[in-house]
């Protein structure tokens, strides 16, 4: 009877405990994260946004394609993910500062002409609410910022307009269907006209399994030494 006892409080213990990982495990969403990259020019845009291809400033001088001229409010850039199953992800966006503006170089305070001043792009702050990533029309919390633009830049050469940096915040996803959307809300100071930003891709690491249907953007396209 003894050795009976011990042998089915033997067998509770072990449903308990593979209950317990059972439980866990859905917690964690299951294991074996990967990245999946999802590129802005196969997004869904609205008006105004076009393709735009220049070398990367700062990088290897290598080709990357940017969403660009996305730099007034309302604008957005929107991605429709599937995943396999509910879980939190780490999302990491990729893009360059187009908040521009003008800055006086005439010590006399003279009028700004083609001489007297020098355009720039402002160091983006990804934190602020500028610029926000919402999914399924939840804010997520981003950390980071975009570079200004390089010192003694021309404001018309592709460096400063992809001069990439990057930020990072945690989404949920849920089963099914997720609108990952990318939205400029206003200025990011006095002084600068835009919020912009030329946008290269959203990297999300997900336990899930993500799927996309890519948008063809390729009939907007920009001249590729024109800036964002």
């Known amino acids: 009877m003894k050795k009976t006892i011990k042998k089915m409080l033997g067998i509770t213990a072990a449903a308990a405990l593979t209950l317990s990982m059972g439980s866990m495990a859905l917690i964690g969403c299951g294991g074996g994260a990967k990245d999946y990259t999802f590129e802005a020019e196969h997004a869904v845009w609205s008006d105004g946004i076009y393709i735009d291809t220049g070398a990367v400033w700062g990088q290897d001088g290598s080709e990357a394609t940017f969403a660009g001229n996305f730099n007034q409010a309302g604008q957005t850039i929107s991605w429709t993910i599937k995943a396999s199953k509910e879980c939190d992800a780490t999302l990491t966006l990729h893009a360059a500062s187009a908040s521009m503006g003008m800055t006086m170089i005439d010590p006399n305070g003279n009028p700004m002409d083609q001489t007297n001043y020098k355009v720039s792009l402002a160091e983006v702050d990804m934190s602020t609410d500028q610029i926000t990533i919402s999914v399924n029309d939840t804010a997520a919390s981003m950390t ?10 021309d404001g018309q050469s592709a460096e400063g307009w992809h001069n990439v940096g990057t930020a990072t915040g945690t989404i949920h996803l849920k089963k099914g269907e997720n609108v990952i959307t990318l939205e400029i809300t206003g200025a990011p100071s006095q002084g600068y006209w835009t919020a912009g930003i030329n ?4 990297v999300i690491n997900s336990e899930a399994k993500l799927t996309f249907t890519k948008t063809d953007n390729s009939d907007k396209v920009n001249n590729p030494s024109q800036g964002g």
Request: aromatic share 8%; proline share 14%; hydrophobic share 30%.
């Open 144 to 153: 980071g910022k975009l570079p200004g633009s390089p010192a003694e830049w």
């Open 199 to 202: 946008t290269d891709k959203i």
